[in-house]
Every structure is written in structure tokens, then in C-alpha cells.
């Protein structure tokens, strides 16, 4: 599962709980529990440890479709946030226009890159729906 599918179908909130919950090295989140990739060893975390699963030696294509990447899924919640700071997708684009040529735009306390802005737009956007115009 992709984790822009993961937040639409579960909520920012749960993608939320998913990575704040997640222990220290947890690669993926499998739906269930946490995974994590370590060379060709996969682990999973049970009973506050890590045990090893199984072991693989080529495709891993089968785990990423059953799987969520943490970084990827902490990324989008984080995208989320930043539009959220601004009210509306609207208002992070406004801003995002008006910041061109900047660096930074500044909102609630907040320092937002441009570059990263532009990026949690798209991100919103791939969540979402929307960046069609």
C-alpha cells in the first residue's frame, strides 16, 4: 500500500499515530506492526524487540506492496501539517506563489522553506486530489 492510500483511507491522524509509535530502526509499518530492513534480514518488532522473520536473497517487491515506508508516510504527515498551517490548500499555494523568490515564508511561528512548501503542496495534492489547473 502506498502511503498516500494508507491517509486517505485511515486519516492523517492514524498516519500520525503510525509514526510517532514507531520504535527505534522501524523501516515499515506492515497494517499490524512494525518492520524493519536490515541488509537482507527482515525483523519484526513484537514484545518490545525486534526478532528476526526471515531472510531474503533478491526481490523485495512483495514486502513493499504489503508495507508502508516509515520515512515516506512520516514525510506526507509532515505535508499535511505545513498546508494545515496555512488553513487551506489555497492558502499554502497563495503563499507559496508570493513567496517565489524567497527563501522562506513565515506563518504561525513557523519557518517554511519555499522549496519544502512546494513540495508539501504536491504531497497534499497526491493525497488529496487536486494540481489539476
Not at 14 to 34: C, I, M, N, S, W
Not at 86 to 96: M, T, V
Request: proline letters at 2%.
Amino acid at each position: 500500500m502506498k502511503p498516500e492510500q494508507f491517509i486517505r483511507e485511515f486519516g492523517v491522524d492514524k498516519a500520525r499515530e503510525v509514526v510517532e509509535g514507531a520504535p527505534e530502526g522501524a523501516t515499515h509499518y506492515g497494517l499490524r506492526q512494525y518492520r524493519q530492513w536490515e541488509g537482507r534480514i527482515l525483523k519484526t518488532f513484537t514484545d518490545e524487540s525486534w526478532r528476526s522473520t526471515a531472510v531474503f536473497g533478491g526481490n523485495l517487491r512483495f514486502i513493499e506492496d504489503d508495507c508502508l515506508k516509515v520515512q515516506d508516510l512520516k514525510r506526507l504527515v509532515q505535508s499535511v501539517e505545513i498546508v494545515e498551517l496555512f488553513e487551506s490548500i489555497e492558502g499554502a499555494k497563495d503563499a507559496y506563489k508570493n513567496g517565489l523568490g524567497f527563501h522562506s515564508v513565515l506563518i504561525g511561528g513557523y519557518e517554511i522553506p519555499i522549496v519544502r512548501l512546494g513540495d508539501a503542496i504536491k504531497d497534499h495534492e497526491s493525497i488529496y486530489g487536486g494540481g489539476d489547473e
